[in-house]
């Protein structure tokens, strides 16, 4: 079955400064990715996601993630990072099981201090 | 605007009783899919269907039900044989078919249900 682990429930991180989140994946086949955001109470909103080609994958909110085959790895990043980006972030990866549901990491709390 | 509605947004359920969470949407997608969201537990799956008058266990299926009568509503009933049933609940839903498997989910607003 394909997964996911986030690595780190909590990151904090100075306005202004870099954003990494971490993601691994496990998959026999190549994998559909995905990022998503999600505000207090709200749901979750498309950040980005990868399926084939190009490996550096750009989304909304000047977040970006990189597809590492040899790492296994789908890192969402983001060069300067804002107070409105404090939220859960989650990494899921979509396969044929289960009708393509997704399957989620356990999320990421990202703190952004002034 | 297209989207997925959820209601209510928060909910409260006493002992013994069922309740049911309302999903509709409007993006005219096949497939549709009931979430559990938990601290630090991320999302689970509890319910898909891809058709009407079809739908699939997911990963904690025990102590809820489903149906799917309509394309556009998928609902879920939490039941009384579910003993810890506060949660954030999440619908979303997907297209099908050739060359959608890469496609996103859309997700509700989600329903917060609490027990009295």
């Known amino acids: 079955a394909q997964s996911v682990t986030q690595l780190g429930s909590h990151v904090s991180v100075s306005e202004g400064a870099l954003v990494l989140l971490r993601c691994n994946y496990s998959s026999s086949v190549p994998p559909y990715l995905f990022w998503y955001v999600q505000y207090p109470n709200q749901g979750l909103q498309l950040l980005l996601k990868y399926t084939t080609g190009a490996t550096l994958v750009k989304g909304i909110n000047g977040f970006e993630a990189e597809f590492k085959k040899s790492e296994t790895s789908f890192h969402l990043t983001k060069p300067s990072a804002h107070m409105s980006d404090a939220a859960e972030y989650f990494c899921a990866v979509k396969g044929p099981n289960s009708g393509y549901a997704l399957n989620f990491g356990k999320g990421t709390s990202l703190l952004v201090t002034p | 605007d297209g989207g997925i509605t959820q209601s209510p947004k928060y909910l409260f359920r006493k002992e013994g009783q069922n309740v049911t969470l309302s999903c509709e949407q409007n993006l005219n997608h096949d497939a549709m899919y009931w979430y559990r969201q938990d601290p630090g537990q991320g999302l689970r799956l509890i319910y898909y269907?891809?058709?009407?008058?079809?739908?699939q266990k997911g990963d904690i299926a025990e102590g809820y039900s489903v149906s799917r009568e309509k394309k556009e509503s998928f609902p879920l009933t939490v039941t009384s044989a579910q003993k810890n049933p506060t949660a954030f609940y999440l619908c979303a839903s997907s297209t099908l078919g050739q060359g959608s498997s890469n496609q996103p989910q859309h997700f509700g607003d989600g329903t917060r249900l609490s027990i009295l």
């Open positions: 269907s891809q058709i009407v008058n079809d739908f």
